[in-house]
């Protein structure tokens, strides 16, 4: 009868038929090689020649992107319109002459000088112009009663005064007797203009000596044959015509 054991009496062992069988393998090429230890492998070192050439593309890196948020920040700063250029404009004072012919001419010298760096861009211009009134309608100046009385002397001779009349006419027997004769009808923008006309006739070797003027233009066009609204005339009437049409204006040379 073997050793009493107090603490496991009543203890039974049941025994399974059924109950699988363990099997213990030997052999490492049967066992499954998931069941397989693996040898341990050793961490692989970052050689300095592998490590050069990946510092050498991070410093590459940084470089390339140094230079190209600088570019960017530099054509932020700069204007993105064209470039604008100020100029300064020196010019003569233009002349302005008229003569008795209707043509026009225009004659200007122009010699611009421009640069957009260091200097600042000049332009030097000098006009002459030579016109007569080539106006065919609406209405001239007409300056009475401030005219009336009052001497006028064309730019072109000092030689010539012609005294003005407002609101007169001439017309019919002239101060040598004989009757008024028109030399010219022209068109002229004011009494001066036409006065102007008269005088450049005479110093030409005309005999004009007076004028009638009608600020009038269209009006004065509107009757058949007749070609302005100045009348450059001989001579003054004997006896000065009155014009209620308030646009009419005379003058006539007066002694020096």
Same mark, same amino acid.
């Given at each position: 009868?073997?050793?009493?054991?107090?603490? %496991?009496? /009543?203890?039974?062992? =049941?025994?399974?038929?059924?109950?699988?069988?363990?099997?213990?393998?030997?052999?490492?090429?049967?066992?499954?090689? #998931?069941?397989? =230890?693996?040898?341990?492998?050793?961490?692989? #070192?970052?050689? #300095?020649?592998?490590?050069?050439?990946?510092?050498?593309?991070?410093?590459?890196?940084?470089?390339?992107?140094?230079? &190209?948020?600088?570019?960017?920040?530099?054509?932020?700063?700069?204007?993105?319109?064209?470039?604008?250029?100020?100029?300064? +404009?020196?010019?003569?004072? !233009?002349?302005?002459?008229?003569?008795?012919?209707?043509?026009?001419?225009?004659?200007?010298?122009?010699?611009?000088?421009?640069?957009?760096?260091?200097?600042?861009? +000049?332009?030097? +211009?000098?006009?002459?112009?030579?016109?007569?009134?080539?106006? !065919?309608?609406?209405? &001239?100046?007409?300056?009475?009663?401030?005219?009336?009385?009052? *001497?006028?002397?064309?730019?072109?001779?000092? #030689?010539?005064?012609?005294?003005?009349?407002?609101?007169?006419?001439?017309?019919?027997?002239?101060?040598?007797?004989?009757?008024?004769?028109?030399?010219?009808?022209?068109?002229? *923008?004011?009494?001066?203009?036409?006065?102007?006309?008269?005088?450049?006739? =005479? %110093?030409?070797?005309?005999?004009?000596?007076?004028?009638?003027?009608?600020?009038?233009? *269209?009006?004065?066009?509107?009757? /058949?044959?007749?070609?302005?609204?100045?009348?450059?005339?001989?001579?003054?009437?004997?006896?000065?015509?009155?014009?209620?049409?308030?646009?009419?204006?005379?003058?006539?040379?007066?002694?020096?």
């Amino acid at each position: 009868m073997g050793p009493s054991h107090p603490d %496991y009496e /009543g203890l039974q062992v =049941r025994v399974e038929e059924n109950y699988p069988e363990v099997v213990y393998y030997s052999d490492k090429e049967v066992l499954p090689s #998931r069941l397989l =230890r693996s040898p341990q492998q050793k961490p692989r #070192r970052f050689t #300095r020649r592998k490590f050069i050439p990946v510092l050498s593309v991070i410093v590459l890196l940084i470089v390339g992107g140094g230079v &190209g948020i600088a570019i960017a920040a530099r054509k932020n700063q700069s204007p993105s319109g064209p470039a604008t250029t100020s100029a300064t +404009t020196s010019s003569t004072p !233009t002349s302005l002459s008229v003569s008795p012919a209707t043509a026009t001419s225009l004659s200007s010298t122009s010699s611009p000088s421009v640069s957009t760096a260091s200097s600042k861009p +000049t332009v030097s +211009t000098t006009t002459t112009i030579s016109t007569s009134p080539t106006a !065919t309608a609406g209405m &001239g100046t007409y300056n009475c009663p401030a005219d009336n009385g009052t *001497t006028y002397s064309p730019n072109l001779t000092k #030689r010539y005064n012609f005294k003005i009349l407002c609101d007169t006419d001439f017309y019919g027997k002239g101060v040598n007797g004989k009757a008024v004769v028109d030399v010219q009808n022209v068109l002229a *923008t004011s009494l001066q203009a036409c006065i102007d006309q008269c005088a450049s006739q =005479r %110093y030409a070797g005309s005999n004009c000596s007076a004028v009638a003027y009608g600020a009038n233009i *269209t009006q004065a066009l509107a009757r /058949g044959g007749v070609q302005g609204n100045c009348f450059l005339k001989d001579q003054r009437s004997a006896i000065a015509q009155a014009d209620s049409s308030g646009q009419q204006e005379a003058a006539f040379l007066s002694p020096t």
